[in-house]
Structure formats: structure tokens, C-alpha cells
């Protein structure tokens, strides 16, 4: 199964309308990754926490599959501050910091399996 068609199932699961979240993204601050290994929908976001404000921040719609590659082809890779996201379509947004995620995915060991 296509990682495109894994999404549209769990939106279907969740009750959210895959092609108008999918059309909803087709502007200058969204978006679409596409490929065999991953599908993503994001936007650009404002992180707010305390006094605190951040504008170099991404939350992620929908993901499924690689999340290196989504980081690998992110226009604005060096300048993010967060990433965020929720589990479920329900609960609270989890902020990840950007750089650190990237340091992770980045600089991981491989297995000597």
C-alpha cells in the first residue's frame, strides 16, 4: 500500500476528508511530500508558549512513512525552531525541537545487525 493511500485510510478512520485537507494545503505556507517512502502534509505555525513566540515553526497534519526524507527536502530546514504534531487527531499538540529532531535523524548510528 502506497504511503498516499495509508493517509487517506487513517483520515477515513478519524472522519476527516482527505481531499479537502488535501486541497486546504495547496497554498504558498503548506505542504505536500509525496513519494514512494513517505506522504506529509505540514504548514508553517507559530509556536506560543509562556512569553515566548516563535514563528519558525512547522506542524505536521498528516505523516506517514519516512520522516528523514520530509526533513531532507524542508525549504526551511536550518532556520526551524519546532516541529509539531498530534497523536490520534485527538489531545494536546507535541512540539519537538526542529534541530534536535534533525541532529537525531541525522547523525543516528547503524545497526551493526
Not at 21 to 42: K, R, T, V
Not at 63 to 84: M, Q, S, Y
Request: net charge negative; glycine share 4%.
Amino acid at each position: 500500500m502506497t504511503p498516499q493511500k495509508q493517509a487517506a485510510d487513517l483520515c477515513a478512520k478519524f472522519g476527516v476528508d482527505f481531499t479537502r485537507m488535501l486541497l486546504d494545503h495547496l497554498n504558498e505556507s503548506s505542504y505536500i511530500h509525496s513519494s514512494p517512502d513517505c506522504f506529509i502534509l505540514a504548514v508553517d505555525a507559530i509556536r506560543e508558549f509562556g512569553d515566548d513566540c516563535h514563528q519558525e515553526a512547522i506542524f505536521v497534519t498528516v505523516a506517514v512513512g519516512n520522516l528523514h526524507e520530509f526533513i531532507e527536502v524542508d525549504p526551511r530546514k536550518e532556520t526551524r525552531k519546532w516541529i509539531g504534531f498530534c497523536r490520534n487527531n485527538v489531545g494536546d499538540i507535541h512540539w519537538i525541537d526542529y534541530q534536535r529532531l534533525r541532529r537525531i535523524v541525522y547523525y543516528r548510528p547503524i545497526s551493526q545487525n
